[in-house]
């Protein structure tokens, strides 16, 4: 795989990546603007560790 293709895989990923947080992120704040719900104790710490999980996911793929 040459330099171009592999900067390339790794902006899609890097895309991708991003695209489900803010997909996590945009959902919690629908939900809690339009249907005036509430995110739990345990249900802040699920998104916070799912926000933090793609990040370690995303920077560790383009430290490869």
Known sequence: MGRF???RSL???DALSLSAV????AVNIVAV????ERVSGVQSVG????V???ALITL?????
Do not use: R
């Not at 803010?22 to 992120?25: G, H, P, R, S």
């Not at 560790?60 to 490869?64: I, T």
């Open 47 to 50: 998104v916070i560790l799912g």
């Open 22 to 25: 803010i997909q996590l992120i």
């Open 5 to 7: 293709e592999k900067q």
């Open 33 to 36: 603007a339009l249907y005036d």
């Open 52 to 54: 933090m999980a793609v």
């Open 11 to 13: 902006a899609i990923h």
């Open 60 to 64: 560790g793929a383009s430290d490869s």
